[in-house]
Nanobody
Framework: QVHLVESGGGLVQPGGSLKLSCVAS????????MGWYRQAPGKQREFVAG???????NYAGSVKGRFTISRDNAKHTVYVQMNSLKPEDTAVYYC??????????WGQGTQVTVSS
C-alpha cells in the first residue's frame, strides 16, 4: 500500500520561506518521478513542481524562480523549498507521482498559509 506523508506547512508572512517534505512508502521511490501539487480554497488542484527519477526538474510558471524541488532517494523523501512566498501561494500542498499523479495516492497534504 502506498503512503505519501507531507509535512512542513505553516503560517508565514509574505516574502517568507518554507520547506515542505514528503516521505513515500510502498513504492520503489528511486524509480519514480515525484511532484508537488496544491489546492487553494475553491480552486482545482494544480501542479507546482516535479522531479524525474533522474533529477530533471519542472516547475509551474507561477512558482518558477521561487520554488526548488529536490529528492533524497535514500530517505524516500521529496522536498520543495519555497521562497518569496506570496498570498496566492496559500493552499494545501500534496505530493504524488510525476508526471501524471495517481488519484489513489493522495495523502492528507500540508497547509501553507501566506498572510501578514
Amino acid at each position: 500500500q502506498v503512503h505519501l506523508v507531507e509535512s512542513g506547512g505553516g503560517l508565514v508572512q509574505p516574502g517568507g520561506s518554507l520547506k515542505l517534505s514528503c516521505v513515500a512508502s510502498g513504492i520503489i521511490f528511486s524509480n519514480n518521478g515525484m511532484g508537488w501539487y496544491r489546492q487553494a480554497p475553491g480552486k482545482q488542484r494544480e501542479f507546482v513542481a516535479g522531479i524525474s527519477y533522474g533529477g530533471t526538474t519542472n516547475y509551474a510558471g507561477s512558482v518558477k524562480g521561487r520554488f526548488t524541488i529536490s529528492r533524497d532517494n535514500a530517505k524516500h523523501t521529496v522536498y520543495v523549498q519555497m521562497n518569496s512566498l506570496k498570498p496566492e501561494d496559500t493552499a494545501v500542498y500534496y505530493c504524488n507521482l510525476f508526471p501524471g499523479y495517481n488519484s489513489n495516492y493522495w495523502g492528507q497534504g500540508t497547509q501553507v498559509t501566506v498572510s501578514s
